[in-house]
């Protein structure tokens, strides 16, 4: 509890709950908090942001007429939900906050994936397994570096191959359906345009993705972190992106590439006056089918079938 002019201030239940979905999301907006807070009054919570962003415990960004709050916490925050709860990251992006134009907006676009199918998972009666709950069951300690996946990408003929290092998902999350079965997915939010595929160089070579979790899957590096199986999503913000990556991974998989999913959504985007423009809430992206190379496409999960 904290004190203000002799007053002692009390967190409540409902101001630990929003700050603890700030938490975990990194950074969310405050129509997913709603979305996530479903038995929350809209004006009640709103309320409550504004007392712990005058207790300096929240910050927001971009505030302008077309975007609504993004929410982000701070170290006081932090230290205030500690005191009386031990919540896990959903969304872990390692990078500095300060930097706008292009980490900002991948952070936001991963938070919001993560927003999207965490409403998703809740509203079909499943569960989204937090990155940091799945790190704790892999036994990692240092929370402060990425998760990396040692990879090898081998390109017969290529002058690049084989390509030996790590590979760093944008998230990790798991499915947990309702019949108790698992599913690990692996996240890679690709918003930078114009992806490269006829490469292994780069940190945008789709190739060198599509062959590195491909490694990963066959050498065993994902059962050492404990999963037995996995499925790789990709999320393109560019459509010319998502129909080139296909197109790559069909030509590469003539057979079907059952591993890597993917979906085009449309991200923040900067007006030329500087306005940051939001996308839709998107909580069907859960049940959405998702396409694979070389093979029909596949929801996250479908509530008409067995997930196991």
């Known amino acids: 509890m904290l004190y203000n002019g ?27 908090l709603a979305l996530l807070l479903p038995h929350r009054d809209y004006s009640g919570m709103t309320r409550t942001l504004k007392a712990l962003e005058t207790r300096k415990l929240i910050v927001r960004f971009r505030n302008n007429m077309y975007s609504t709050y993004i929410f982000h916490i701070t170290e006081a925050g932090k230290k205030t939900l500690f005191k009386h709860r031990g919540p896990n990251h959903y969304v872990r992006t390692y990078r500095p906050i300060e930097d706008y134009r292009i980490e900002f907006q991948h952070k936001v676009g991963i938070a919001e994936t993560i927003a999207n199918l965490r409403a998703g998972a809740i509203e079909y009666g499943c569960r989204l397994i937090s990155q ?17 996946i040692k990879a090898t990408a081998t390109w017969a003929g290529h002058p690049s191959s084989p390509w030996n290092g790590f590979v760093q998902p944008d998230g990790v999350f798991a499915i947990e359906y309702p019949d108790g079965t698992r599913s690990n997915i692996f996240l890679e939010y690709q918003r930078c345009g114009k992806v490269k595929v006829n490469t292994l160089l780069g940190i945008s070579s789709m190739r060198r993705k599509y062959l590195s979790y491909q490694d990963i899957y066959h050498s065993g590096a994902a059962k050492e972190l404990g999963f037995k199986s996995f499925r790789v999503l990709f999320v393109f913000t560019q459509e010319a992106d998502y129909r080139r990556s296909l197109k790559l991974g069909s030509e590469m998989y003539p057979d079907g590439n059952p591993l890597c999913l993917h979906i085009f959504q449309p991200e923040f985007r900067e007006t030329k006056t500087g306005m940051l423009i939001t996308p839709e809430l ?3 992206l859960f049940v959405t089918p998702m396409s694979r190379a070389g093979l029909s496409d596949i929801p996250l999960y479908d509530p008409k079938k067995d997930p196991s």
């Open 6 to 32: 002799g007053m002692e201030i009390r967190e409540t239940k409902a101001q630990l709950d929003v700050l603890q979905l700030i938490y975990e999301q990194e950074y969310i907006r405050t129509p997913h």
């Open 132 to 148: 940091g709950e799945l790190e704790e069951g892999m036994g990692r300690e240092d929370e402060s570096a990425p998760l990396s």
């Open 282 to 284: 998107n909580p069907d």
